[in-house]
């Protein structure tokens, strides 16, 4: 499986940015996805996920409210729009797909892939 992230730039506090995911290698509905971050000198933190049907989601409480995840599984895409960016959403954006279900999605050790981040800058 390969994952591929993009859309990270610089934006200013306020502003709004799309996240793209896309994912080959394996058959992409089948499977939960999420978006982790990672700031400098930090641990790698859960942002959002989505059930393989898109029927569910979940999102860290830095975020509720702000972001939201989606997914296309006829493109193999899953999305996060990031809207009133705020500074401390500064980071690398990771997705990465969870091959079979472990219990929960906010963890890193439950998934098992991951796209190469795509760095966010958000200027005050």
């Known amino acids: 499986v390969q994952l591929q992230a993009f859309g990270g730039g610089l934006v200013q506090a306020g502003g709004f940015l799309r996240l793209s995911c896309a994912a080959s290698?394996?058959?992409?509905?089948?499977?939960?996805m999420g978006w982790f971050r990672q700031a400098p000198g930090e641990e790698r933190d859960f942002v959002a996920a989505i059930s393989w049907t898109g029927g569910s989601t979940f999102y860290a409480d830095s975020v509720k409210g702000r972001f939201t995840i989606s997914r296309d599984n006829a493109k193999n895409t899953v999305y996060l729009q990031m809207n009133s960016l705020k500074p401390e959403d500064t980071a690398v954006y990771y997705c990465?797909?969870?091959?079979?279900?472990?219990?929960?999605?906010?963890?890193?050790?439950?998934?098992?892939?991951w796209g190469q981040g795509t760095q966010v800058t958000v200027s005050s």
């Open positions: 290698g394996r058959t992409f509905s089948s499977y939960a």
């Open positions: 990465a797909l969870q091959g079979h279900y472990r219990g929960s999605y906010y963890y890193t050790g439950e998934y098992d892939y």
